[in-house]
């Protein structure tokens, strides 16, 4: 897909929005309640979005919210896609490319995750420093439209180091135990074996999750500056005795929520 097909979807957002947005920000399981933080919202619905996709996960509202976060202005995805649901990686591409096309000058991507790294406790956080993705296609995979980024660009540097140290500095009297490591991408929909787990440690992950990945990728090919926070909603499979669940990652993350919300706000504010 070339950059005329995302211009449509972009074109039919800024006759609804016609200010663009700074900052975007993706919300993963469990963490929609920053939503409610956004002043003066305009909601638009992914399935009115032309070239768009649609949610399918439960927990996932569907929606782009434009409006104001400490004075910024910024674009909230209230719902993301992932690989599991049917969905190619070239598709995934979509929404990142969307937000570039309107203007967005830093992305800012959040996820429920499994921890991995024994140091690590349900309800910490972790600044993604770097990812590991062993399975499956690129997102760029296909004919490369060098008005979007180049064929071979550089992920060195994907989780951009100026917003680490801003959201290192937001945690500071947060509240929150806040961690730095590498995520690592498993495609989902079921829960990791603990034989896997152990793997993922052995390799370097600290945490483990269904999305994410695609999302900085794309931001990489088009230059967008990306920062990464995982929630961690649970131990990994075969840490703890007890089986893990959805429900378990929702109700970890409402007992988050609010300073999850407020910590993404004082990051947002000094982007």
Do not use: W
């Not at 919210?65 to 910024?72: E, L, P, Q």
């Not at 991408?185 to 896997?196: N, R, S």
């Amino acid at each position: 897909m070339d950059q005329s097909y995302y211009e449509v979807s972009c074109q039919y957002l800024r006759s609804i929005v016609p200010e663009p947005p700074e900052i975007a920000i993706v919300l993963g399981s469990a963490l929609g309640p920053f939503a409610d933080s956004i002043e003066n919202p305009v909601t638009v619905d992914y399935r009115d979005i032309p070239n768009f996709l649609i949610s399918t996960v439960a927990s996932h509202a569907g929606k782009l919210i434009f409006g104001t976060v400490a004075g910024r202005r910024v674009v909230c995805m209230s719902g993301r896609f992932h690989y599991y649901e049917g969905y190619d990686f070239e598709q995934l591409s979509i929404p990142v490319r969307v937000l570039k096309g309107l203007g967005v000058r830093a992305l800012i991507l959040t996820n429920a995750a499994g921890a991995v790294n024994l140091d690590y406790r349900p309800g910490d956080l972790m600044l993604i420093t770097d990812h590991i993705k062993l399975m499956g296609a690129s997102p760029m995979r296909g004919p490369n439209d060098e008005r979007i980024g180049q064929r071979f660009f550089d992920v060195s540097r994907m989780y951009d180091p100026d917003l680490l140290k801003i959201a290192r500095k937001a945690a500071k009297g947060s509240g929150l135990t806040v961690h730095e490591g590498v995520y690592f991408f498993m495609p989902g929909p079921q829960f990791e074996t603990p034989a896997e787990i152990r793997a993922i440690r052995l390799l370097g992950g600290d945490a483990v999750g269904m999305s994410t990945v695609t999302e900085a990728l794309t931001a990489a090919h088009c230059g967008l500056p990306v920062l990464g926070i995982s929630f961690l909603a649970n131990m990994a499979a075969g840490i703890e005795a007890a089986p893990i669940s959805d429900d378990e990652v929702v109700a970890a993350g409402d007992a988050i929520a609010e300073r999850f919300s407020r910590y993404v706000a004082r990051i947002v504010e000094k982007i």
